[in-house]
């Protein structure tokens, strides 16, 4: 069974990191394309940020562009998402996902979810 489980989650304050952990298994994902969302209640889920197979390349969302970093381990077989001045914009629940094929923003570009871990900014 593929299973993707994130860590990481919590409550911080405005300003404050944390860093997020996505470990695989069922599944060397080494091959695949990682990417991290983000849902926010009564809102759609939104792309944050991507990194391809070889760790080579990285692909940020606008909003986090400069505070995030993804980053990916294929000897572990796991990505992670280091985010630093975190605003309460950032609350969500973030997912790991990840695509065998496509490296894209959108939902549907994605094969294998995580079940999420709450990220909660308070100002």
């Known amino acids: 069974q593929v299973q993707l489980v994130e860590s990481g989650g919590g409550l911080v304050q405005a300003g404050d990191s944390l860093r997020l952990s996505c470990a695989a298994s069922g599944r060397t994902f080494s091959s695949y394309h990682k990417a991290w969302f983000r849902q926010a209640p009564g809102k759609e889920r939104e792309f944050v940020a991507a990194i391809t197979w070889s760790g080579g390349s990285t692909y940020y969302a606008d909003s986090v562009k400069g505070r995030f970093t993804i980053s990916r381990d294929n000897a572990k077989n796991t990505v992670s998402l280091q985010m630093n001045s975190l605003k309460p914009e950032d609350t969500a629940v973030y997912y790991c996902?990840?695509?065998?094929?496509?490296?894209?923003?959108?939902?549907?570009?994605?094969?294998?979810w995580g079940q999420g871990t709450q990220v909660t900014v308070s100002s």
């Open positions: 996902t990840a695509s065998r094929l496509r490296l894209g923003v959108r939902v549907s570009d994605y094969d294998y």
